[in-house]
C-alpha cells in the first residue's frame, strides 16, 4: 500500500519539491584560470557588458526516472532566466532540444522556449535532435541558415560567437564529428579575427575527450582547438553529459551544462551514461539547472555563473 | 553443416541447450535470435546465424538507441525507445557490422553463415 501511495502521489511530491530553493557559484575566468565565489556577491556583475544564458539537454519527450515532466523541469529553467536582474542578451540552447526528433516534441519545446525572455535563441543540434532525417526537421526550425552544414557565426559586443555541429556522420567506434568541410569554415571565420577577441565556441558534445568509452568527445576537436590556441580568451560550452565538468587548456576553458531534464553519472561511475534513476524527486532539482554568461569588459573576461533549479 | 550450426548457435546462445536443441529441429529462418541493447552495448556483440534468420533487438536502456547497418547493408531502425524492439530477417551470408548512429561507440556484428 505504501508503494501504491508513493507511486500515485509521485508527480505532485515532484514539482513540490522543485519549488525548494537551490544553490549556485559564480565563475570567474581570468587569463584562462578559474575564480569562484558565492552567487549572492554580485559586485562583479556591474561591469558586465553584456550577459547571455546556456541551457542544455532539455530531452522533450524523455518521460521516465528520473524525471516523469521535463516540460516542467524546462518551464522552470526557463522562469529563472526571466527571473535574472539583467535581462540576457540572448539564449544558446547547446542540443538534445528532443529525445526523439519527433514532429510534436520539437513543437513542445518550441512553445516553451517562448516563454524566455531574451533578446534572441540560437540552437545547436544534439544526436537525439537529428534521429532518422540528418537533422532536416531541426535546422528547418532551429537553424541559423547560413551554410548548409547548419554551423553559424555571429558577433556580440566584440566578442565571436561560434555554433558548430559535432553530431552528424557519426562513424561506427568513433566519438562526436565536425568533418573537413566544418573546419576548413571555422579555419577561415576565425582568420580575420584579432588575438584580442574573446571567442566563445558552442556545441552538444563536449570538444575535448572528456570520456571517450562512453562517447564523450569529438574525434576532430583538436584541429579546431589548433585554431583558437592563438587567441587570449576562448571558452567553449557544451552540453550532452547532464553535469558540470571543467578543463583549463592554455587560454581554453572548457564547460559542460547541466541538463534541465535528467542527470547522468559521473564519467565511468556505473556501466553505462543513461538516466541516473537512484536520484530522488525532492533532490533533482539539485542535478538541473541553467547558465548565465556575462562579459566583464576589463580584460575581456568571461564570468560564469551555474545555477540549480530553485 | 548440421555440425557448423550448432557450434555457432552454442557460441551464440551461451549453451543454451534447450533453445539451442529448439534451433536444431526448426528449419532456418523461424527462430528469430534476440540482440539485448543493454547498458549502451550490444549483447552477444557478435552474433553468428544462418542465412535466413530473424534477429530481434530489444532496447533495455531508458535511453533511445538507433540501429545502423556500417555500409547501409540492412535499414536503419527508427528511434528505438525503452523496450522497443527492431528486427532484420538476414537473408544473404556475410559479416554486417551495425552500430547505434547517436552512440557510435557501441558497436556490434551479425555473421550470416
Known amino acids: 500500500m505504501d ?22 557559484t559564480l565563475w570567474l575566468m581570468k587569463g584562462g584560470v578559474l575564480h569562484a565565489q558565492p552567487l549572492n556577491e554580485s559586485a562583479t556583475t556591474t561591469d558586465a557588458s553584456f550577459s547571455f544564458v546556456q541551457i542544455s539537454d532539455s530531452h522533450i519527450g524523455f518521460h521516465k526516472a ?29 542540443g538534445d532540444l528532443t529525445h526523439l526528433s519527433k514532429p510534436e516534441e520539437f513543437d513542445t519545446l518550441s512553445g516553451l522556449m517562448q516563454e524566455a525572455r531574451v533578446g534572441r535563441r540560437f540552437y545547436v543540434p544534439g544526436e537525439h535532435d537529428v534521429i532518422g532525417d540528418n537533422g532536416a526537421e531541426f535546422f528547418r526550425r532551429f537553424g541559423e541558415k547560413q551554410h548548409a552544414g547548419g554551423w553559424y557565426s555571429f558577433d556580440h559586443n566584440g566578442a565571436h560567437f561560434v555554433g558548430l555541429i559535432n553530431v552528424l556522420n557519426l562513424k561506427a567506434g568513433g566519438l562526436g564529428s565536425l568533418s573537413a568541410d566544418q573546419l576548413a569554415w571555422l579555419k577561415n571565420d576565425l582568420a580575420g579575427l584579432s588575438a584580442e577577441t574573446p571567442v566563445v565556441v558552442f556545441a552538444h558534445m563536449p570538444l575535448w575527450p572528456l570520456y571517450p568509452p562512453w562517447g564523450w568527445g569529438t574525434d576532430d576537436s583538436g584541429e579546431a582547438l589548433s585554431y583558437l590556441r592563438r587567441f587570449g580568451s576562448v571558452t567553449v560550452l557544451n552540453g550532452h553529459i547532464h553535469q558540470i565538468q571543467q578543463k583549463v587548456e592554455g587560454n581554453i576553458t572548457f564547460y559542460t551544462a547541466r541538463s534541465t531534464a535528467y542527470p547522468q553519472p559521473a564519467p565511468g561511475d556505473g556501466p553505462g551514461p543513461g538516466p541516473l534513476q537512484s536520484v530522488k524527486p525532492e533532490a533533482l532539482h539539485r542535478y538541473l539547472g541553467i547558465r548565465d554568461v556575462r562579459h566583464v569588459r576589463a580584460g575581456g573576461a568571461l564570468a560564469v555563473t551555474d545555477e540549480v533549479l530553485t | 553443416m548440421k555440425r557448423v550450426i550448432l557450434l555457432a548457435c552454442v557460441i551464440a546462445l551461451g549453451g543454451m541447450a534447450v533453445a539451442c536443441a529448439a534451433a536444431d529441429t526448426a528449419s532456418a ?7 539485448a541493447i543493454q547498458n549502451f552495448a550490444f549483447a552477444p556483440k557478435t552474433l553468428v546465424v544462418p542465412a535466413g ?53 557501441m558497436v556490434g556484428t551479425i555473421i550470416v553463415q
Not at chain 2, 529462418?29 to 540482440?35: A, C, E, I, L, N
Open chain 1, 3 to 24: 508503494n501504491d501511495d508513493s507511486r500515485s502521489d509521485g508527480r505532485r511530491q515532484f514539482l513540490k519539491c522543485m519549488a525548494w530553493a537551490g544553490a549556485g
Open chain 1, 66 to 94: 528520473p524525471n516523469p515532466d521535463v516540460a516542467g523541469t524546462l518551464r522552470r529553467s526557463l522562469a529563472m532566466i526571466n527571473a535574472q536582474k539583467t535581462r540576457p542578451a540572448f539564449l544558446l540552447h547547446t
Open chain 2, 29 to 35: 529462418g523461424t527462430k528469430p535470435y534476440q540482440v
Open chain 2, 53 to 105: 534468420t530473424r534477429v530481434v533487438w530489444t532496447n533495455r536502456d531508458d535511453e533511445a538507441h538507433v540501429i545502423t547497418s556500417a555500409g547501409a547493408l540492412f535499414a536503419s531502425s527508427k528511434a528505438l525507445d525503452a523496450d522497443d524492439t527492431y528486427a532484420v530477417t538476414f537473408s544473404k551470408p556475410g559479416t554486417y557490422a551495425y552500430y547505434c548512429s547517436i552512440h557510435p561507440m
